[in-house]
């Protein structure tokens, strides 16, 4: 657990009416960031987020050989140089808690010759990295495990070389262990085919949030789906060109402001949110639409109006698992039971989501119990209690929507809400109470 400090979560006094604009995406970030240190050339990246999980990821990237420079306001990314003919110096990469860094840099690090050691916070030490291991022992990298097998900490004893062509992978656990192939496979010596041979397939949303980014970095890179529904990728040797992009507001981290709207009968309006994305957080729309919410596009923002309504859902989120913390809170304050499948992968994120909701959920008045894929939440009379957020910032903002409407929920360790969120307090509490409008007279 993180730290002990308790946050009293503010109760909403009155509907909530606000415009937000939202940081930039972390994974989007993330992609944008690794595949810019893998490009042939420099890079500029605007409205990257920045938050512990990106500054990790920077300070990895760095390690590695690029260099990541802040100019005006915008990331320029030099890459990393070419792998020298003899062994470079060791060195030593923390991941922090971040599933991008630990399950994205592994591989791009098997392309320096040298050894890398990966290590983490010891809630990372748990989180499953077999598929990543495999990946790089079926590629011919020696890696050194120095604790359990399957998890960190490692040692990758890079070469300077992947040789690319069949690799299968069962990515049941996390899409991750998809997405970290492709995003280094154009740099292999041969064109590489990603096989998915497990029998869950989660957040596939955020796979083709990755084949996007590969697409716009130059990249040939489709995917196939054959009649058996078994999963493939395909992804041509190449140079990755350089990136001017711009980062898309993380709308995942949209969605505690949208159930706000929900929870407090108000009015929420989500700034530039893009017309077409990849984002997993762009299914708020019909999900929130679902469970009694008012949805509209206006301009350039999304706008989610609360109602007298609020139903509990039965819902599949195996695409989107991210946003279930955000959408069990809301189902606890519903007026009927819910019931969420799809999920069993969200045992293997920050800490086991499921267990976690269950507990905390429970824990305020709304029975909660774990399937194994998914929960059941039955509302009842709620109450305060201290709300644990094993270190897992979904679980902080989950209990800060409980708060909107039940006094007394202290939430532990609100900070860690910085891993993707970096005011996300000084934001919620801006929603609230937002300075009132200015007299032109």
């Known amino acids: 657990m993180g730290s002990e400090v308790l946050w009293n979560a503010p109760v909403a006094d009155q509907p909530v009416d606000a415009l937000v604009r ?4 972390k994974s989007l970030t993330a992609r944008w960031m690794l595949l810019a240190a893998a490009a042939s050339e420099p890079s500029t990246l605007r409205g990257a987020l920045v938050s512990r999980d990106t500054r990790l990821m920077r300070d990895a990237l760095e390690r590695l050989g690029a260099v990541l420079e802040v100019r005006d306001g915008v990331l320029h990314v030099s890459p990393i140089p070419p792998a020298c003919e003899h062994p470079a110096e060791p060195i030593e990469i923390h991941t922090g808690l ?11 690090a098997a392309l320096r010759h040298g050894d890398v050691r990966f290590t983490g916070d010891d809630a990372a030490l748990v989180r499953p990295m077999d598929a990543v291991v495999q990946v790089l022992r079926g590629q011919g990298v020696e890696v050194t495990e120095h604790g359990e097998p399957g998890r960190l900490p490692f040692t990758v004893h ?19 262990f998809i997405s970290n192939v492709l995003l280094v496979a154009a740099r ?11 029998k869950e397939l989660p957040s596939l949303p955020h796979i083709d949030m990755t084949l996007e980014t590969l697409r716009r970095a130059g990249v ?21 060109r350089p990136l001017e992009v711009v980062v898309e507001p993380d709308l995942s981290n949209a969605g505690p402001f949208l159930a706000a709207a929900m929870v407090t009968a108000g009015t929420i309006a989500v700034d530039d949110w893009p017309e077409t994305t990849t984002q997993p957080g762009d299914a708020y729309r019909e999900l929130l639409t679902r469970m009694g919410a008012e949805v509209w596009r206006e301009d350039e923002a999304v706008v989610v109006r609360g109602t007298d309504a609020l139903r509990g859902i039965e819902a599949d989120m195996s695409a989107v698992g991210e946003l279930v913390p955000t959408v069990a809170a809301l189902c606890a304050l519903a007026d009927s039971p819910s019931r969420i499948t799809g999920v069993a992968h969200l045992r ?3 800490t086991d989501r499921l267990k976690a909701l269950a507990t905390e959920l429970t824990k305020v008045g709304a029975r909660t119990e774990e399937l194994p894929d998914g ?48 005011d996300f307090v000084g934001m919620w509490l801006s929603m609230l109470h937002p300075e009132p409008a200015e007299d032109d007279a």
């Open 188 to 198: 292999a010596e041969t064109d590489l085919e990603l096989v998915h041979v497990g």
């Open 348 to 350: 293997g994120h920050e």
């Open 158 to 176: 890079g070469r300077g070389t992947l040789p690319g062509g069949r690799v299968e992978v069962d990515a049941s656990d996390s899409s991750q």
């Open 22 to 25: 939202v940081p930039g995406s």
């Open 375 to 422: 929960l059941v939440i039955t509302p009842g009379p709620l109450h305060g209690a201290v709300f644990e957020t094993y270190e897992d910032h979904r679980m902080a903002t989950a209990g800060a929507i409980m708060g909107l409407r039940v006094p007394g929920v202290q939430v532990v360790d609100i900070g860690t809400t910085q891993k993707t969120l970096p």
């Open 220 to 240: 040939d890179a489709s995917h196939e789906v054959d009649a058996e529904g078994r999963h493939s990728w395909r992804v041509a040797c190449g140079p990755i």
């Open 98 to 108: 971040a599933g991008t860094v630990m399950r994205f840099v592994p591989l791009l």
